[in-house]
């Protein structure tokens, strides 16, 4: 009985760590680090040269399970690589998935023009996954500019050998791999 137990434990263990190992999320330095990077792209090759980066699909911009993507501060979308459609309207006006709502664009834009940098979190609906979960997205103020860029986070984490979406971020967020969702 005894070997059982442990056998059990060592494989609920095991699952939350595999979920670990598995894990693609980006995590929050990455998004600080290059959504200043972005910026930086802004200021030294021209906003032309750095739309057309974050643009791509495929671009240095996106990684993991996230992307960059640039504003302006009076709510336009500049460079969105994973919703084009969203380029060249202006977003002030979208809310979140969250009850009742939240003017997150608003939100971002009041960090831009404020403090300059700094972290938004809200609700949203992630691509399989027909429920509303927790995101945050940093925000980064291209300096000299009226523009930033944002990179954002699935909010995850791994508890008790279950995964747990949605209830707080861990360290780096754990995404469980598609079989386990």
């Known amino acids: ?6 056998a059990f ?3 609920a ?3 939350c760590l595999a979920g670990s190992a598995f894990a693609a999320g980006a995590t929050k330095d990455e998004c600080v ?7 930086a792209m802004v200021n030294e090759k021209g906003i032309g040269a750095a739309i057309e980066e974050i643009n791509k699909k495929n671009g240095k911009f996106v990684w993991a399970d996230t992307y960059v993507f640039l ?8 460079a969105h690589p994973m919703s084009p459609a969203l380029i060249g309207k202006n977003v002030l006006d979208m809310k979140d998935k969250g009850e009742p ?7 971002f834009v009041a960090v831009a023009k404020g403090k300059g940098e700094g972290w938004v979190d809200y609700m949203w609906i992630n691509p399989g996954d027909p429920k509303p979960r927790k995101k945050v997205t940093y925000i980064y103020r291209v300096p000299g500019k009226d523009l930033f860029a944002g ?3 699935r909010v995850i984490r791994c508890t008790a050998g279950r995964f747990d979406p ?7 967020p754990v995404i469980p791999p598609p079989s386990l969702r």
């Open 71 to 78: 504003m302006d501060l009076d709510g336009k979308m500049l």
């Open 1 to 6: 009985m005894k070997k059982i137990m442990l």
């Open 101 to 107: 709502g939240k003017l997150l664009f608003k939100e």
């Open 33 to 39: 680090a290059k959504s200043k990077e972005a910026a």
């Open 151 to 153: 990179g954002d986070l």
């Open 13 to 15: 263990v095991g699952l």
């Open 166 to 172: 949605g209830r707080g971020a861990s360290p780096r």
């Open 9 to 11: 434990l060592g494989i």
